[in-house]
Structures are given as structure tokens and as C-alpha cells.
């Protein structure tokens, strides 16, 4: 029966008139839950607290010469942040829930996004280019580092191999490791990548902007 009928036929007496007035009006009992339907959709959205938005790309601090920033997606940075704080691939695929091969092409990738050389230089640049955020105020050694093992850390920080860095400042590879050991042994630390971070919340290694604009004449030419 379509609705010209409906409405037609009880006239008509061809049909029981409906119910409740008309087909078209809610039966009186339905008008609670019409009712609740309403104030339900009427409700404010509840705003959601801005941490809980992922953003598309997470951008480092500008340029301070030509103002452009580092930009990465949330999983790279997440990646970066884990590997910045010690976790070794291994450890990252385990709380990543994927597999080390994943991690590790993963982490090459992100070297390459952020033109580092190695995954040390490439949380070093992730501290410099601001991806990944410092404390406000510089973390004090227990032990602080002589220069010339300052000089050695230096270069880890810039993806320097132990031979490149033992040749730029006269000292054998072998003397080089042990030299990273030593400060890594004595803070602590179990990674490379977490002792560049440590240092760079020390406030110990160049914090330049690592924007290719940008010409360093210090420790990173
Ligand atoms: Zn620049």
C-alpha cells in the first residue's frame, strides 16, 4: 500500500483507520526516545586534546638563515626518538611490533630523509634540526669529558667512522672505540646514537642548524 492510499482508504473505509492520528506522527510512547535521540545529537563534541591528534608530518625548529624546517612523519620521528634513547634495531622492532630487516630498512630510510650518514648522525641531526626536543635546561655530567675525547665524540655525533675521526685528530681507530667506550661505560650509556643524545643535552656537541644552507666552519664541514 503506498501513502496516498493509506491516507485515502480509511476515508474510503476500505481499511481500519491507523492507530495513532496518523501513520505519519510518532505513536506517543516513541516520542521519548525521539526525544533522547535529539539531545543525544544535540550534545557538544567533546573537544580532544591536542596530543591525541596525530599530525601528517612533524616539523623541526626553522632555519635560522633561510627558515626552512626538517619535516618527518610521526613513525619516522617515534623510530628516531627510540633509537635517540637506546634502543637498539632489535629492541625498536620488538616495541614496534614489526621485524628487525623492517627497522633496519627503516632506519636507512631515515638517514638518507635526513641526509645523515649513519643512525648516530641522524639523531644528531634530529637534535639539531629540532625533530626531536631537547630539555629547556642542560644536563649536567657526572664525569666531564677531556677535549680531545670531546674531539672523538664529536665525530661519532657526525657519522664519522673511527678511522675518519682517528685521522682527523691523529689517533689510531682502536684508541677512538675505547675512547666512545670509556664515555659510554662511565655514563652509563649502551648505544652510540644515546650517548650523542646525553651529550647534546649537555650542551657538549655543535648545535647548529643542520639546514644545507647553512655553512658550518666549525666541526661538521
Ligand atoms: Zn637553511
Redesign the pocket.
Known amino acids: 500500500m503506498d501513502l496516498g492510499t493509506a491516507v485515502k482508504a480509511p476515508a474510503a473505509g476500505q481499511a481500519p483507520a491507523p492507530r495513532w492520528p496518523s501513520m505519519f506522527l510518532l505513536d506517543p510512547a516513541q516520542y521519548a526516545h525521539a526525544r533522547a535521540r535529539r539531545a543525544r545529537a544535540a550534545r557538544p563534541v567533546r573537544p580532544v586534546h591536542p596530543s591525541r591528534i596525530l599530525p601528517l608530518l612533524i616539523a623541526g625548529t626553522p632555519?635560522?638563515?633561510?627558515?626552512?624546517q626538517f619535516m618527518a612523519t610521526p613513525n619516522a620521528v617515534g623510530l628516531l626518538a627510540l633509537t635517540a634513547h637506546g634502543y637498539t634495531p632489535g629492541e625498536a622492532a620488538r616495541r614496534l611490533r614489526t621485524s628487525r630487516t623492517q627497522v633496519d630498512a627503516d632506519l636507512d630510510a631515515l638517514a638518507d630523509g635526513l641526509g645523515a650518514t649513519n643512525t648516530c648522525h641522524a639523531v644528531d641531526t634530529g637534535h639539531r634540526s629540532g625533530l626531536l626536543r631537547l630539555p629547556a635546561r642542560p644536563r649536567r655530567l657526572l664525569h666531564q669529558p677531556t677535549a680531545a675525547a670531546l674531539a672523538v665524540l664529536q665525530g661519532m655525533a657526525d657519522g664519522r667512522t673511527d678511522s675518519e675521526t682517528g685521522l682527523r685528530i691523529g689517533r689510531t681507530a682502536r684508541a677512538v672505540n675505547e675512547a666512545v667506550n670509556r664515555f659510554l661505560r662511565l655514563h652509563g650509556v649502551r648505544t652510540r646514537p644515546d650517548g650523542v643524545t646525553l651529550l647534546h643535552r649537555a650542551r657538549l656537541l655543535d648545535a647548529t642548524?643542520p639546514?644545507?644552507?647553512?655553512i658550518t666552519t666549525g666541526t661538521n664541514p
Not at 63 to 68: K, L, M, S
Open positions: 632555519c635560522p638563515v633561510c627558515g626552512e642548524h639546514c644545507p644552507c647553512w
